[in-house]
């Protein structure tokens, strides 16, 4: 699921009146971490005002991006949760275990051979939950 349009309308259709009930709700303008976070409560529509380090808060988030050097942990614990497929669009992206010494071309095999286990892994995992996977020399 690296892409469900209908979803990410519906997101930014109810964004607006997310931040407008957030703003009057705090009774000043927002940062932008706020709209985003405020615009992406589980429950819906603001009806607190979060304090940081001190309130709870779940969030309903619509796109997830992961590194290599993250993903694996993060699709092992997905895998044991028992859950088929990814909700919200998701993307692992293969760059953070390149290592620029030598140039673009020499570093990328480099660390596909050093590697190749994480990235099989990354990539069959990814295939498995509907992840969309970057393979490494994609780019960010």
Same mark, same amino acid.
């Given at each position: 699921?690296a892409?469900?349009?209908?979803m990410?309308?519906?997101?930014?259709?109810?964004?607006?009146a997310?931040?407008?009930?957030?703003?009057?709700?705090?009774?000043?303008?927002?940062t /932008?971490?706020?709209?985003?976070?405020?615009?992406?409560?589980?429950?819906?529509?603001?009806t %607190? *005002?979060? =304090?940081?380090?001190? &309130?709870?808060?779940?969030?309903?988030?619509?796109?997830?991006?992961?590194?290599?050097?993250?993903?694996?942990?993060?699709?092992?614990?997905?895998?044991?949760?028992g859950?088929?497929?990814?909700?919200?669009?998701?993307t692992?992206?293969?760059?953070?275990?390149?290592?620029? /010494?030598?140039?673009?071309?020499?570093?990328?095999?480099?660390?596909?051979?050093?590697?190749? %286990? *994480?990235? =099989?892994?990354?990539? &069959?995992?990814?295939?498995?939950?509907?992840?969309?996977?970057?393979?490494?020399?994609s780019?960010?």
């Open positions: 699921m892409f469900d349009i209908e990410i309308k519906k997101v930014y259709a109810e964004m607006p997310r931040i407008k009930a957030a703003r009057n709700l705090l009774g000043r303008p927002l /932008l971490t706020e709209k985003i976070l405020y615009s992406h409560l589980f429950d819906g529509m603001p %607190e *005002v979060f =304090e940081r380090g001190k &309130t709870y808060v779940d969030f309903a988030p619509d796109r997830v991006a992961m590194q290599d050097a993250t993903a694996q942990m993060a699709i092992l614990q997905f895998g044991s949760a859950i088929p497929r990814v909700a919200v669009p998701t692992v992206h293969c760059d953070h275990l390149i290592q620029a /010494l030598n140039g673009a071309k020499e570093d990328l095999q480099r660390s596909v051979l050093e590697n190749n %286990e *994480v990235y =099989e892994f990354l990539r &069959t995992a990814s295939s498995k939950y509907g992840i969309g996977f970057w393979r490494p020399g780019g960010i």
